[in-house]
């Protein structure tokens, strides 16, 4: 592993980020990629472009990343406790947040496009990473993380469809945890889960690959269950333990917003803000795997804003110059709103926007607008 470590370090040089550049850290990106060298080389390279293309390059962001207005806007939606260096187990060293599930699936579905979800998880997961790697510089020791997923009033008919809005979305946030932080978190305590343990199970195993099944437990007995791998003083008051946090439920976590049909997102919503009358969308047939290459000739500081609409999962990708990630190819849906996006143009030069299907079964029909101005 060791070997490994350093051929790694050597073939990517300064493209390491220095806080990332640590035989722990490496060793995470090695295992997520089975110890493969030249894997972990291509997979670590397109997770440096996503990084810059969502901002999170900018360390000015993550100072007092809770008081970001979209970091705010999200938790009004989701709700979740807080990343913290001094919450971790003294059984193990890992440090431990908690989730609750969507309680109102559809309101929460019709609140956040899905591409916005993915950035704003993309950057909480950044976050995380972050204070990890922080602990494991000052006790010098190797970490990882613990979600304890609370289940209470959850609604196992919201779930049961595969292919259901809210499925879907955790489907692409799936997509990036396995992708890029699989060996950041170690295990998923599931408490307060429904009566029949055996249907929430079916429904969690249908989103998830069977390589990562025994990470996920169900607490039963609280907090007798949780003691089995949690010390008491890192167990939230509401599962039994000792662990409060100020202005938070007893879960830890945040107290969301009642959401309301005048503040849902709509579809098409980008054109208003940017104040523009779209063209008539262009209608996208794509076969099984095809994929729809368009280019644009582009000035600095135009901007580029396009909306799109389709049935099947796919992906978008959008760079400039060949060098320059407007977009990044994460695996993404639309089942309730459309995806929207507006970029402002770094430089003049050339946008490549490459839509592909990723269906393997199945074609694609969709609406794509696109306007530079």
């Known amino acids: 592993m060791t070997d490994n470590i350093e051929e790694l370090r050597k073939a990517l040089g300064d493209e390491i980020p220095k806080y990332m550049n640590t035989d722990f850290h490496l060793a995470r990106w090695l295992k997520a990629n089975k110890n493969n060298v030249n894997d972990t080389i291509k997979k670590f390279k397109k997770y440096l472009l996503i990084r810059q293309c969502y901002k999170c390059d900018n360390d000015t962001y993550f100072e007092n990343f809770y008081d970001n207005t979209e970091i705010i806007n999200f938790r009004k939606i989701f709700s979740q406790s807080i990343c913290d260096i001094n919450w971790y187990n003294t059984k193990d060293n890992a440090l431990i947040f908690v989730e609750s599930a969507v309680h109102d699936t559809s309101s929460v579905t019709k609140s956040i496009r ?8 993309f950057t909480c997961c950044e976050y995380f990473q972050r204070v990890l790697l922080e602990y494991e510089k000052i006790n010098g020791k190797k970490s990882s993380g613990i979600c304890i997923f609370d289940m209470s009033n959850f609604s196992l008919m919201n779930y049961t469809n595969p292919v259901s809005a809210i499925n879907k979305m955790y489907e692409s946030r799936i997509d990036i945890w396995l992708n890029y932080y699989s060996e950041l978190l170690k295990k998923v305590i599931i408490v307060n889960g429904p009566r029949i343990m055996s249907l929430s199970w079916k429904v969690l195993s249908i989103l998830l690959p069977s390589e990562v099944h025994d990470r996920f437990m169900f607490a039963n007995s609280l907090p007798y269950d949780l003691e089995k791998s949690l010390s008491i003083d890192c167990i939230p008051k509401a599962f039994g333990g000792t662990k409060y946090i100020e202005n938070c439920l007893p879960n830890c976590c945040n107290i969301v917003s009642n959401l309301k049909g005048k503040e849902f997102t709509k579809s098409g919503d980008i054109w208003l803000k940017e104040k523009i009358t779209p063209p008539k969308a262009l209608t996208i047939y794509l076969s099984p795997g095809e994929k729809l290459k368009e280019t644009f000739h582009v000035k600095k500081n135009q901007k580029l804003i396009y ?9 978008l990708k959008i760079t400039l ?3 320059i990630l407007l977009n990044p190819d994460i695996k993404l849906s639309t089942p ?6 507006c970029f402002k143009i770094p430089e003049s030069g050339i946008v490549k926007l490459e839509l592909t299907n990723l269906s393997k079964l199945i074609k694609m ?7 530079i101005v």
Do not use: H, M, P, Q
């Not at 029909?365 to 306007?371: A, C, E, F, I, R």
């Open 114 to 121: 899905i591409n916005d979800y993915v950035r704003i998880f």
């Open 307 to 315: 909306e799109f609409y389709c049935n099947r999962d796919y992906t």
């Open 321 to 323: 110059n060949d060098s």
């Open 336 to 341: 309730v709103l459309s995806a929207e996006d």
């Open 365 to 371: 029909s969709g609406k794509l607008t696109v306007v």
